[in-house]
T-cell receptor, first 119, second 115 residues
Framework: GAVVSQHPSRVICKSGTSVKIECRSL??????MFWYRQFPKQSLMLMAT?????????EQGVEKDKFLINHASLTLSTLTVTSAHPEDSSFYIC???????????????FGAGTRLSVL | GESVGLHLPTLSVQEGDNSIINCAYS??????FIWYKQESGKGPQFIID?????DKRQGQRVTVLLNKTVKHLSLQIAATQPGDSAVYFC??????????????FGSGTQLTVLP
């Protein structure tokens, strides 16, 4: 149980294009989803917190117009990197947490990550 | 471009030995802690959790110890196997995160299991 699917696993795009990453909770309802960015050999850096049906809360220094987050249902959140540039190249990871009783509300379950390379 | 990577603390153990991975957390008001395992190129995988009102919790081959006095968390892995090689992160949930229950991750430790 508590499986989170993230797609695509890897994407290479040209500078100036937009890239959409999907995060799905497959076997539980995720009231909250989180998006992280990770640089090589570093820890996970929280970008934003997203609750179903409401606007995402972005961490300080994360441009909300650059990283568009949509959480339209209890099982799907998307991150769109708009007008991507080489400095946006990174490993992006989503996670989801669910309701108490079904899945422990404190535990975040992670997707496999998306490696974005912007040329 | 991406930031220059920092060197992760590393721990090398012989296969079959026990491993102890340590973590110092920063927020004395954190009420929940989790250990995650991250293999190369993958997302973090939940290992074990512990509430702040506990000082020890055991799972299958793993034990987490919490010392709130010195704000220290450790993960003990018994009979370490090659498949345990990965980066291990401790994470805390500060009370200040409210209902969002956001995780604050530690810097991670690279565990390498030697044959």
């Amino acid at each position: 149980g508590a499986v989170v699917s993230q797609h695509p696993s890897r994407v290479i795009c040209k500078s100036g294009t937009s890239v959409k990453i999907e995060c799905r909770s497959l076997d539980f309802q995720a009231t909250t989803m989180f998006w992280y960015r990770q640089f090589p050999k570093q820890s996970l850096m929280l970008m934003a917190t997203s609750n179903e049906g409401s606007k995402a809360t972005y961490e300080q220094g994360v441009e909300k117009d650059k990283f568009l987050i949509n959480h339209a249902s209890l099982t799907l959140s998307t991150l769109t990197v708009t007008s991507a540039h080489p400095e946006d190249s990174s490993f992006y990871i989503c996670s989801a947490s669910g309701l108490a009783g079904a899945v422990a509300k404190n535990i975040q379950y992670f997707g496999a990550g998306t490696r974005l390379s912007v040329l | 471009g991406e930031s220059v990577g920092l060197h992760l603390p590393t721990l090398s153990v012989q296969e079959g030995d026990n491993s102890i991975i340590n973590c110092a957390y920063s927020n004395s008001a954190s009420d929940y802690f989790i250990w995650y395992k991250q293999e190369s190129g993958k997302g973090p995988q939940f290992i074990i959790d512990i509430r702040s009102n506990m000082d020890k919790r055991q799972g299958q081959r793993v034990t987490v110890l919490l010392n709130k006095t010195v704000k220290h968390l450790s993960l003990q892995i018994a009979a370490t196997q090659p498949g345990d090689s990965a980066v291990y992160f401790c994470a805390e949930i500060p009370l200040s995160s409210g209902s969002a229950r956001q995780l604050t991750f530690g810097s991670g430790t690279q565990l390498t299991v030697l044959p």
